[in-house]
């Protein structure tokens, strides 16, 4: 069974950090994206990364989001620091670009004193 699942979201206080992580399995893993979802709003990239390490960035995150992943454990991590309240959404793996039949649930980040 093809599966992507994302953990490592929760609630977080501004200035705070996260560590999302997203594990496949029965897929082979080709370039990755972490995609969020803010409430309201359009699904958006936020980064890629190809089974190479070469990274891209698509929203204005300031350097404070790095994509890293681990080939031999089919895991695609974003790392998160210096969180602020507008990154509260519901974050998201997929291929990149995405494969209608691989969104997860995700993982919800909600940041807020």
């Known amino acids: 069974q093809v599966q992507l699942v994302e953990s490592g979201g929760g609630l977080v206080q501004p200035g705070g950090s996260l560590r999302l992580s997203c594990t496949a399995s029965?897929?082979?893993?080709?370039?990755m994206g972490w995609y969020r979802q803010a409430p309201g709003e359009d699904r958006e990239l936020v980064a890629s990364i190809t089974r190479e390490g070469k990274t891209d960035y698509f929203v204005s995150t300031e350097g404070r989001f790095t994509i890293s992943r681990d080939n031999a454990k089919n895991t695609v991590f974003l790392q998160m620091v210096s969180l602020k309240p507008e990154d509260t959404a519901v974050y998201y793996c997929n291929f990149a670009p995405p494969l209608r039949a691989l969104w997860g649930q995700g993982t919800p980040v909600t940041v807020s004193s």
């Open positions: 029965g897929v082979v893993f080709y370039e």
